[in-house]
DNA sequence: TAGAAAATCCAAAGCGCTTTGGAAAACCCT
DNA sequence: AGGGTTTTCCAAAGCGCTTTGGATTTTCTA
């Protein structure tokens, strides 16, 4: 309850031992017994007692701060999925007792961040976001020497390195496949940007699906932007206002979804009936059900929540922070799949 | 471009200097001359030299590094206009050299995570975000004599603290208004946690209009809940599908007036026609048009970029760590009104 | 019970920076 | 040129922790 702040000299002074030992005692060191061991707690605990980060850091080396650098783009977009991923990190970093750093930087800066947190330790290690087919910050980061974990793959070396993913080329196959046992012959996919790796698996797969079925690839049914809701709403509205419209819509993002949901309903289609959407669906906190009791979902989609994602992300770097030599450990999560109201048969 | 850590003793070494005087110079001290300081600069960048934070830290007691605690509710839900915010403010952080560091916490840790935040500095600042209308974590604050900015304001004693703040009340004041004015009487608002000061302001700025126009205040009209889209959904179709609903509907945040939306259109309404729909919008990156280009918005709203506000809180509160005992700033933001084409006069 | 082994503790040296309190050098004026 | 300023620099003492290398005490073995 006291706010007064009591430092490792005052408290061995108080206990009548020395700094090493107290500093041992409460580091869970083995040479020291544990009747003073529990003195030792007893004291730091009444007197509040709480280490220096910074000094702790600089004798240690070790920051306990995760990094993470978020891409601002011009457009000053952030991508609302990072809000998700970032509450399923922090949590797990608050309970190994790890903060977490975020700091903004443009595309070109972020090279020089990474050697800027490592150089000085001021982070332990990093999560890269949003990973390119090519990608550069994975090799820089093991020459820099930096712990990290991609949240996602590159799009080559995958065994050199940890990753956590999501099956996006077999998530896709299996919508799009859905979509043509229901009968659809066009369909659309409002894929994301597809220098990003996700991105281009997904279009993988739904590419896989028409083939399988022996249905052309259409270009012109193909649109590659960053996700969000306006753009779901123009790509949707153009593509339906085409001469040969898509009977289907398949969309990467559950936000570029909603804008198309609004563009059909706009033009008096019902969803499920005259015109088809999936979705991939991230579980964005902001768009559940508060209540999450079995009410199934509104769109037809193949799920997995990106906040669980941030967690088991952030559980694997420090994981590997603690047992730096440690071999690179990957993830690949299956994708859920969840037949909502929002597809049917082509009319 | 070499990755060679050198430090302060390397580097005076390196130049024949003292410690003192080559961090003198780094640091912009009057006491050393201009063509030492010229010297030690172009070597410094030369060998690539970065302080250690944690070295800084520990010697100033300035971590340069502003906190966040992030509240996570019991549903893990977190709110998505914070990505928004965030990105503002570690632009303005980056901007002064600054970090950003996030903390999830309960919220009853809360208070212990503010002393310890204060104890052994780990943040010179710390941001408020969403005061309650009792608001014991500015009291809290003051006592532990953490420097902190508010976004928003608590119910109370609005000068002994600095925040910014939009002005809810009129800007909800002048949406209903424009709605009794195109000849509606019953205008529902779908509003966020009445614990929440914003929420009263704006619930208070609703109910000013109703009463200059001598309408009755009925409180079957408003409802109160985090602010989603499936909340926005869910009540207006409840509102809707009652004996005596509205003909216009008002929402405290775009996503539960998207999820209005797609209530309304699920119903066979159409927005504007059959109903008018009117909302708060925080100019969330993700729901936004990419290109800006004057196009005018869909909704009916006031808005005011919560991005902005949250450069300008990151200012506010680095300007205000930098001259630690300045008075108390505060700044009030008056919000846009743009009519879009989800209102008109009642049926 | 003596001697060795194990357990327990400590003084002091860092970690990499800032800053105090001077000292030395350069400059300025009459 | 001599005195006082002013400018320029430095040695060393922290900041609060961890950790090395011993010293001291206790426990165990025969």
């Known amino acids: 309850m006291s706010d007064s702040v009591v430092n490792l000299k005052q408290l061995s002074k108080s206990l009548g031992l020395s700094q090493t030992t107290v500093s041992r005692a409460l580091n869970g060191f083995p040479e020291v017994s544990e009747k003073t061991r529990a003195k030792v707690q007893a004291a730091a605990e009444k007197l509040n007692y709480r280490p220096s980060p910074s000094a702790t850091s600089l004798a240690t080396g070790k920051s306990r701060i995760i990094g993470h650098v978020v891409p601002v783009s011009e457009h000053r977009m952030i991508n609302p999925h990072f809000s998700d991923f970032v509450a399923g990190a922090s949590d797990a970093y608050a309970e190994a007792g790890y903060d977490l750093l975020i700091r903004a930087a443009l595309p070109e800066q972020e090279a020089d961040i990474y050697r800027d947190f490592a150089s000085r330790n001021r982070v332990d290690g990093v999560v890269v976001h949003g990973p390119m087919v090519h990608e550069p910050r994975i090799k820089l980061l093991q020459s820099i020497g930096l712990p990290f974990v991609v949240h996602g793959r590159a799009g080559d070396e ?190």
Chains 1, 2 share one sequence.
């Open 158 to 347: 995958e065994h050199s390195y940890s990753w956590m993913d999501v099956d996006n080329r077999s998530a896709f196959e299996q919508l799009t496949h859905y979509l043509i046992e229901l009968g659809h012959r066009r369909i659309a996919l409002i894929n994301g940007l597809e220098s990003m790796n996700f991105a281009r698996r997904r279009r993988l797969g739904y590419e896989t699906a028409l083939s399988d079925h022996k249905l052309p690839v259409d270009p012109d049914l193909v649109t590659s932007e960053d996700m969000n809701e306006p753009y779901g709403y123009r790509s949707t509205r153009r593509l339906l206002e085409a001469s040969s419209a898509p009977t289907a819509l398949i969309y990467s993002s559950i936000l570029s979804a909603l804008g198309g949901l609004r563009a059909v309903n706009e033009m008096g289609l019902r969803p499920g009936k005259d015109i088809s959407l999936a979705t991939y669906d991230d579980r964005l906190s902001f768009l559940q059900a508060g209540d999450g009791a079995g009410q199934s979902s509104y769109f037809t989609s193949v799920h997995s929540s990106i906040q669980d994602a941030g967690r088991r992300v952030g559980e694997m770097l420090i994981s590997q922070i603690k047992d730096k030599n440690s071999a690179p450990k990957f993830e690949l999560w299956k994708s859920q799949m969840d037949i909502g109201k929002t597809t049917g048969p082509p009319r």
